[in-house]
């Protein structure tokens, strides 16, 4: 039996991850919820965390959540999202920089591994192409505390993605979810987003396939196949979420012109080997992944979407 603890397992990313893992007969998955109220599988074991300000206080009680769970594996998904970080700096530090420290020197002494969703916000937006050996330059505070919190230590894994999925505070599928008249696309930005499903998948891969992971690097860029401009974005969510007709501006004007964070890797064979440690034949493309969550959407309508 593989024992799993996920860190936030209320977040949008978290909750997929944790969806996911409890489905394998052979995983038992705990994971910790802010909201004590908050629906999971039967099968998931909730424990409390709520980290303290003090970096002894959060090690000594993040000892005891390793205790009771005895992962090999833990997923952190706490984070101060970039709304909450510029409003609140010290949150950011403790959640983003400090905390991410604290979860791989304890996981790495109990001999489990560590796996961190990261944010391509570690970048200014720039017509540069950024790999993961670029250095990060964030002015904002989410990025910057992002960048910190980025470990590099042997059986800790950075994933930097942009995540697209149900419960993910200002993304496009809450927009378009929420949004009932014309929606205007006012940035002309290209991106190789991924969805929620897909990532948990990933760490799913990360997890479980052991001797593939001896030939994973500690910091991974995780991108669909190809540029998609936010507009095809919101076309193809649109026309897997939504039945009815909607409207769409596209404002694709040079004044109008946003610039946005261009990404790439520089280990093409290991973001290959990561899609396939997740079960895909090859790199999907966007429009392949928002069909894929639909469907799963369908089926797991009452906890997913």
């Known amino acids: 039996m593989i024992s799993v603890l996920v860190l936030g397992g209320d977040s949008g990313?978290?909750?997929?991850?944790?969806?996911l893992l409890s489905k394998d007969k052979d995983t038992q998955v705990w994971a910790t919820f802010a909201d004590r109220a908050l629906q999971a599988p039967d099968d998931c074991r909730k424990l409390s965390f709520k980290p303290p300000t003090s970096r002894r206080s959060c090690a000594e009680r993040l000892r005891e959540v390793l205790e009771a769970s005895k992962p090999q594996a833990v997923v952190n998904c706490l984070s101060a999202p970039p709304k909450e970080s510029e409003e609140d700096m010290e949150r950011a530090l403790l959640l983003n920089s400090l905390l991410p420290h604290i979860v791989a020197s304890e996981v790495n002494q109990i001999g489990a591994i560590t796996i961190q969703p990261s944010s391509y916000a570690v970048f200014q937006p720039s017509a540069a192409l950024r790999t993961e050996t670029s250095a990060t330059d964030a002015t904002t505070v989410y990025g910057r505390s992002s960048a910190i919190g980025e470990v590099s230590a042997k059986g800790v894994y950075h994933l930097r993605a942009d995540i697209i999925?149900?419960?993910?505070?200002?993304?496009?599928?809450?927009?378009?979810?929420?949004?009932?008249?014309?929606?205007?696309?006012t940035e002309y930005a290209y991106s190789k987003p991924i969805t929620t499903l897909a990532f948990a998948k990933i760490v799913r891969g990360l997890i479980r396939d052991e001797a593939k992971?001896?030939?994973?690097?500690?910091?991974?860029h995780l991108m669909s196949e190809g540029d998609t401009s936010v507009f095809d974005q919101v076309v193809s969510l649109i026309s897997h979420f939504r039945q009815e007709s909607r409207e769409i501006f596209d404002k694709q004007r040079p004044e109008s012109a946003k610039e946005s964070v261009r990404v790439d890797t520089d280990a093409p064979a290991e973001h290959a080997l990561l899609w396939e440690m997740a079960g895909y034949s090859n790199v999907p493309t966007f429009d392949e992944l928002a069909e894929e969550l639909h469907a799963h959407c369908v089926v797991e309508s009452e906890y997913v979407c």
């Open 13 to 19: 990313i978290g909750r997929e991850i944790v969806r």
């Open 165 to 185: 999925g149900p419960r993910i505070p200002g993304n496009l599928l809450d927009t378009i979810h929420e949004t009932e008249s014309a929606l205007d696309i």
């Open 213 to 220: 992971r001896e030939q994973i690097g500690n910091l991974h």
